[in-house]
């Protein structure tokens, strides 16, 4: 286990994102099935987003499907233990235009339409999606305070922060000890780690890091091994994939990490959840560490770098 704010979950979340790709249109009932053999397997938290959807015109699609795997779930898991994570901010219009928003009254739009798509009076933790060039990080932050002060979401976190920006919210909203920050969702992986100073910021504050496409998203996962040689051979040596032993050194790096892989069938939630299991010796630990990153993000024209307002 490991802790949110105030909410202790499984120190391995589910990333719900994979469920709404176009590929997975049609696929409802293996996307149900995989939420399901998560919940059985006790992962208490789900990763989801408004923007996760197959097209423009579907957003809300992925927080429906959380929504429908949790009212039709029937297994031993106790759903009051579960934290299902949302975001706002980034909006997505006809013709597949992406864009940001974070002005209060879109946003606050934006997040009556999630507490509509999951079915729930509050949300529990409100992640704000991604910095928007148009305003101050300040008035950004000020918004969710906002959402939070009207009662429409309990626990905020940021997501594509970096450093300077977790300052700001910091001076804004204080710390988890403050009922601030609670958590902060970045891109970390073998493949980018670049936001390292924000994590160290966090671990010092007790402040949960949740590393988005920890395995370098669904086009990478599958080969990471063969992209990474370092986390094959030391899958080789323990006996485990390669993913496994990435998603090991993630919960070895710091204790207020919190890895979401993202996952559209049920047996890729078993090796998710295996990975728990692995334990990596510190000469391991050390050659991952040292493994070199590339350059780019996943989304290299997508980075929260402007210059802070
Ligand atoms: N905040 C943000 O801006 C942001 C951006 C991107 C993503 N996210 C969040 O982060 C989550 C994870 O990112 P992601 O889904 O893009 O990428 P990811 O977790 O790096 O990769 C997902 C893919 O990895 C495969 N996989 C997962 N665990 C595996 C294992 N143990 N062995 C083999 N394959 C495995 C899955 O395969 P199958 O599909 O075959 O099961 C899935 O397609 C998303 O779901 C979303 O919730 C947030």
New binding site residues.
């Given amino acids: 286990m490991r802790r949110i704010g105030d909410r202790d979950v499984s120190c391995i979340g589910l ?4 469920m709404s790709a176009e590929r997975m249109v049609g696929e409802r009932d293996r996307a149900i099935a995989t939420i399901h053999r998560a919940l059985d397997l006790g992962i208490t938290l789900l ?3 408004n923007v996760y959807a197959p097209s423009w015109d579907a957003v809300g699609h992925n927080e429906r499907l959380v929504a429908e795997a949790l009212r039709t779930y029937t297994g031993p898991a106790a759903l009051a233990d579960v934290l299902v994570t949302t ?1 706002g901010g980034i909006t997505r219009g006809a013709g597949e235009t992406w864009g940001r928003d974070s002005r209060p009254v879109p946003l606050r739009a934006a997040c009556e339409a999630s507490l509509v798509a999951l079915g729930v009076d509050c949300i529990e933790l409100y992640q704000h ?2 910095h928007d060039p148009a305003l101050s990080y300040a008035d950004q932050v000020r918004a969710m305070r906002d959402l939070r002060e009207a009662g429409l979401i309990r626990m905020i976190g940021l ?2 922060a970096n450093l300077d920006e977790l300052g700001v919210a910091l001076d804004e909203l204080g710390g988890p000890d403050d009922g601030g920050v609670v958590s902060v ?1 970045n ?1 970390y ?1 073998p493949r980018y780690r670049a936001d390292a100073d924000v994590l160290d910021r966090c671990t010092e504050l007790g402040i949960a890091y949740l590393p ?7 086009e990478q ?2 080969d990471i091994g063969s992209r990474y040689a370092d986390f094959a051979e030391v899958g080789v040596e323990a006996g485990v ?1 390669p ?2 032993v990435v ?1 090991a050194w993630l919960l070895a790096t710091s204790a207020v990490i919190i890895p ?6 049920p047996q ?1 939630v078993d ?2 959840v295996h ?1 728990v299991e692995v334990r990596l010796d510190a000469a391991q630990f050390g050659r991952l560490a040292a493994t070199a990153p590339e350059a780019t993000s996943m989304y290299p024209d997508d980075l929260p770098r402007s210059p802070l307002r």
């Fill in positions: 990333g719900c994102m994979p990763d989801t987003a975001k999606h991604r997501s594509n969702q891109e992986s988005w496409s920890p395995l370098g998203g669904a996962a599958h994939s993913q496994e998603l979401i892989p993202g996952a559209s069938r890729t090796s998710i990975a």
